[in-house]
């Protein structure tokens, strides 16, 4: 039977005969489905996801009959009655998150129900069973559960593309819906399928379902249905029929198209059209020289849009698109290697290429890791620059400068505004304080903090005091000196002087002396000293701060847009999780 290959994903007897290699992913995810638990099937896009559904849907409505004998893949055809009797008391609705009008969780309730009736015919007015009325989704599916507790039935909801569920203003309590949906309504089970942000989601465990569904990796079919179901023996069959590859060894043919795909169905079924469609031979019918190079090109064309979003999936973080990147241009790297080569850390590393290779994106060979697939690993060298090789001791140069500029800006404010210093000179029957910044430079202006204090027993009628010095300028009322007048016992009175300091005398300190004259009577003399600041910024320690903060942030901007990406959605994910739901809460309350 002649094989009209496709890259066409369609819900057709023609489209799904050609289901190779999943036997045994059947039979695992029936085997969860029977046992009453809900499954997160992760894949790569393209690795077969909806083909699945597909298949798993129709084998429990019993749909598949009318194309089981057209089965390509023999071993899934002869298993089929096994597959069957074991859902026989099961339903199944398959619908794709596509066909939503809306992003709404009402859209989506609607969807669903069209979709279980379209495919199970449950709700019979003949039977006295209504379609449901409910605009609640937990509500809905209460009253389904009812219904298939009375009739023995178990429903499996299979949904495709979940990730635009995450899409919706309120996923969180849609999927805190489907949580409560699976606890309770027992004759429920779904089957939610996604690729990279929705394992994203479970394995950070910001998704309500955490704890309360089966996690399912699905990865390429079985290599010898693909090989010899899907490549060999079609193509040979096609060769047989129109007379072409006359004394050529179709066994090149599969080799090429196992090493070109990694057995991924979607791009053996592009090689294989390719193979079909594209005239390859010479006139004495011998393969033409080159003929890989025609074929690869008609391949690429047919796939670009796929293969380009191998590389840059929009869900994909910044450090995993580099690792793909950078194993297309240098394949059968270590962790250790990538980790250089990229700078990031081994833990980081290690966290994505075992996150790319859970979907099958990535394969481990010892320690070395490959992409999968030929013919994705020569697009990646083609079209994307190979990341920068990271210098680690120059990163952690570039860190160490980030950090010491980032430091330098706090302390270049303290720098420049010091706290002040206290200097004392006592007198008989009181004392004076003058208050200053324990650090100046030239030409900075301030005020200067005088306290006179009575100690003493008896009044005092007047005091003069006078602050002199040949490097600051200090000036009251456009003298040095101040009068007070009177102090009366245990009083204290304060006055402020300004200051303008100049070029001082000694390279690191400025020197004053303080006079004071009690009662028209000289009493005493003191001096005080302030530390220089050799590199006068005061007057720019805005600027200057400015300038520190900025230079780290473009030094660091790379980095922190890697670190931002990465880490946003953890840290919004993880907040969500940490909000505490202690009644569940239906999206229509």
Known sequence: MNINYTTSTVDSKDYKRLICGRTDDTAKLLGYIVSGLSVAIFGERRIGKTSLLYLIRDIINGSINVYQSELIDVSLKNAIQNLEAKASNCIAAYLTLHDLNNVESKDFLQLTCHKIQNDTQLFSSNQGIVYPQHNSLVKTFEYINNILLRNSLQLVILIDEIELLLEMSNSQQLFRNLRGIIQSCTQIVFVLAGAE????????KTSPLVNNIQVFYLKSPARFAIENYLVKIPLQQYFVSTGKNAGTNTDIFVQTVIDWTGCKPYYTQAACQVLTELDIYTRNQQLAKGWQDLVVKDIEDSV????????????????????????????????????????????????RVDDLESLYKIRKQGSEYYIIGELIENWGRKTQDIPKTVNKWFQRLKWITITCLLLLAPYLYFYTHPPLDRFTCKFTGGEVVVQMPKSLEQNETGKAKIRAS????????????TIHSTSINYQKEETNQIKIEPVNRGETKFVDMSFVSHRSEQRNIFKSSISIIKDNNQSNTCSFEILARIIPVKKYWGIVNFLLVTTSGVLARKDLFNLVSTTLPNLLGIEEKDKKILVLKDDED
Not at 197 to 204: A, G, L, P, V
Not at 454 to 465: Q, Y
């Open 197 to 204: 942000y929705w394992h994203k989601q479970i394995k950070d």
């Open 454 to 465: 009575n100690t003493g027993k008896a009044k005092i009628k007047s005091l003069l005091i």
């Open 304 to 351: 670009e849009i796929s293969l380009n979003n191998f590389y840059d999936n929009e869900n994909l973080d910044v450090v995993s698109k580099q690792i793909l990147i950078l194993l297309a241009n240098k394949s059968g790297l270590t962790v250790k290697q990538i980790s250089n080569q990229l700078g990031h850390s081994s833990k980081i590393i290690w966290d």
